[in-house]
């Protein structure tokens, strides 16, 4: 059995690689399962892919495991592909999603919009312990609408629409089924199965 460390301590995107790789034969710890301190990666690339690469190298590098790391956020059409590479941080330093999404907002309103087609991305890179890479990406398209709607989710789902419902109205598996992170997990798992042969 392979085991893999996720570069994330994030118990949902656990859950959500654990579900998609269920049918192979590895092992998903994630960083919150390894005892010691690890320095964090620095994730300062210009694309969600470099990012993600960057990690999966750190980590992989650090815990001696093969390590699959993720790296997704929203781009805007209307404001020039913001937030990008900086969704998660998009309000400063303390960011949390309430002040991201505050931002998000004034910034449509500021350019007397009342919405904007939008995308989410998600690149994904796992390192194996002999250093090799496999990569995968996927997005999500909609519209950015001033209006939230919906409690499930998280991060800018109240105000992404695929159709007439927020990312937020969606169920889980409603999600998985159509989202960034779905889309790159599933493209993972081929590749996967094929690299463990
Ligand atoms: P990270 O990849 O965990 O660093 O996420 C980057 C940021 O992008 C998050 O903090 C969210 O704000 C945003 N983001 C990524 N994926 C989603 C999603 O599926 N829904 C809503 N926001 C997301």
Redesign the pocket.
């Given at each position: 059995m392979t085991r893999i460390v996720i570069a994330?301590r994030?118990k949902g995107?656990v859950r959500e690689m654990q579900n998609a790789f269920s049918d192979l034969p590895v092992e998903l710890i994630s960083l919150a399962d390894i005892d010691g301190d690890i320095p964090e990666a620095v994730e300062d690339g210009v694309t969600f892919m470099e990012n993600s690469l960057k990690k999966a190298r750190h980590y992989q590098e650090m815990t001696g495991m093969a390590c699959l790391a993720?790296?997704?956020?929203?781009e805007v059409e209307a404001l020039g592909g913001a937030p990008g590479v900086y969704?998660?941080r998009?309000s400063g330093e303390n960011a949390d999603?309430t002040s991201?999404n505050a931002k998000l907002v004034a910034e449509l309103r500021k350019r007397g919009l009342d919405s904007s087609p939008a995308a989410?991305q998600?690149a994904l890179t796992l390192v194996d312990r002999e250093g090799r890479v496999l990569q995968t990406q996927g997005s999500c398209e909609g519209i950015i609408r001033l209006e939230a709607r919906g409690n499930g989710?998280?991060?800018?789902?109240p105000y992404?629409y695929v159709g007439d419902r927020s990312?937020a109205e969606l169920t889980l598996s409603e999600?998985d089924a159509i989202?960034?992170?779905g889309e790159a997990l599933g493209k993972m798992a081929v590749l996967l199965k094929e690299h463990l042969k």
């Open positions: 994330t994030n995107k993720d790296d997704s956020g929203l969704s998660a998009y999603d991201n989410f998600c989710g998280f991060g800018y789902d992404f990312m999600k989202s960034h992170r």
